[in-house]
T-cell receptor
Framework: EAQVTQNPRYLITVTGKKLTVTCSQN?????MSWYRQDPGLGLRQIYY???????DKGDVPEGYKVSRKEKRNFPLILESPSPNQTSLYFC???????????FGPGTRLTVT | TQLLEQSPQFLSIQEGENLTVYCNSS?????LQWYRQEPGEGPVLLVT?????EVKKLKRLTFQFGDARKDSSLHITAAQPGDTGLYLC?????????FGTGTSLTVIP
């Protein structure tokens, strides 16, 4: 079954404590991206990756890092989380040529 | 930042009514997608439109892409409670995607 998995699904942490949200896809897609979703703001792209070792900033990259060492994995790293990064995060993947984005189930992050 | 604005932000209607959701931008997009999102889940694609003026129908849903490829609309005929959800438009340009602010639809039985 084609799917995008994210872990953890829920996370409560404190300001400054480094964390990583993992994302994995089994569709052999080259394009992967991270979004955050906030009320009234919709989904905003944080980072995207066109292929292994190729990553680019999206609309709201400040405070986030990503890596793409393998095609299937695209972890999101918050080196020093702050309360304004409390949000719902989605990982997504797209096949070559653009088209449909397949989203993971989401990670709800709370930073106190 | 290329912003896609959706209207209305919230919509509550009775079962059987028709409705239209709008997605507008000052930017031109190579493609525009509509997604539906249910609570606790990620968005799921409904349709992709790529040609200015294009109209696509998906059962009771009709999607239209503006001639200038800056705006789009989603029309639902005879809404049903199962249509309840958050509707999102998304514009693609280059390698990036920009999402609209969302329309939360509630269909009351």
């Amino acid at each position: 079954e084609a799917q995008v998995t994210q872990n953890p699904r829920y996370l409560i942490t404190v300001t400054g404590k480094k964390l990583t949200v993992t994302c994995s896809q089994n569709m052999n897609h080259e394009y992967m991206s991270w979004y955050r979703q906030d009320p009234g703001l919709g989904l905003r792209q944080i980072y995207y990756s066109m292929n292994v070792e190729v990553t680019d900033k999206g609309d709201v990259p400040e405070g986030y890092k990503v890596s793409r060492k393998e095609k299937r994995n695209f972890p999101l790293i918050l080196e020093s989380p702050s309360p304004n990064q409390t949000s719902l995060y989605f990982c997504a993947t797209t096949g070559t040529g653009g088209g449909e984005q397949y989203f993971g189930p989401g990670t709800r992050l709370t930073v106190t | 930042t290329q912003l896609l604005e959706q209207s209305p932000q919230f919509l509550s209607i009775q079962e059987g009514e028709n409705l239209t959701v709008y997605c507008n931008s000052s930017s031109v997009f190579s493609s525009l997608q509509w997604y539906r999102q249910e609570p606790g889940e990620g968005p799921v694609l409904l349709v992709t439109v790529v040609t200015g003026g294009e109209v696509k129908k998906l059962k009771r849903l009709t999607f239209q892409f503006g001639d200038a490829r800056k705006d789009s609309s989603l029309h639902i005929t005879a809404a049903q409670p199962g249509d309840t959800g958050l509707y999102l438009c998304a514009g693609g340009t280059g390698n990036q995607f920009y999402f609209g602010t969302g329309t939360s639809l509630t269909v009351i039985p």
